[in-house]
Nanobody
Framework: VQLQASGGGLVQAGGSLRLSCAAS????????MGWFRQAPGKEREFVGG???????DYAASVKGRFTISRDNAKTKIYLQMNSLKPEDTAVYYC????????????????????WGQGTQVTVSS
């Protein structure tokens, strides 16, 4: 199984970025997918996720600014990030979870089975 995150970069506060995560080696439509992020010196935290039934959930800190979508035909998920803030600076990871329900996005990182390598997002003030 491989998860390949891409799309990170340097952006000014208020700007936008779109991250992608390409999955291979798994039956993608059966997995819930999540985005997490980790800033230097901090724990990896939940950003948002989407179940195989397209139910989404977001952390309070990004709700209304970030949008997650998935394309089962392309085995990809996306994280559209708008109105970016310096505190959004982190390495962003995508993850896949086989065992979650259709209606609830798992928020804890420990249930996710597979992880991508991460992509750096830096927001300047």
């Amino acid at each position: 199984v491989q998860l390949q995150a891409s799309g990170g970069g340097l952006v000014q506060a208020g700007g936008s970025l779109r991250l992608s995560c390409a999955a291979s080696g798994l039956t993608f439509r059966n997995y819930a997918m999540g985005w997490f992020r980790q800033a230097p010196g901090k724990e990896r935290e939940f950003v948002g996720g989407i179940t195989w039934r397209m139910i989404t959930d977001y952390a309070a800190s990004v709700k209304g600014r970030f949008t997650i979508s998935r394309d089962n035909a392309k085995t990809k998920i996306y994280l559209q990030m708008n109105s970016l803030k310096p505190e959004d600076t982190a390495v962003y990871y995508c993850a896949a979870d086989r065992t979650s329900s259709a209606s609830v996005v798992p928020r804890t990182r420990y249930v996710y089975d597979y992880w991508g390598q991460g992509t750096q997002v830096t927001v300047s003030s």
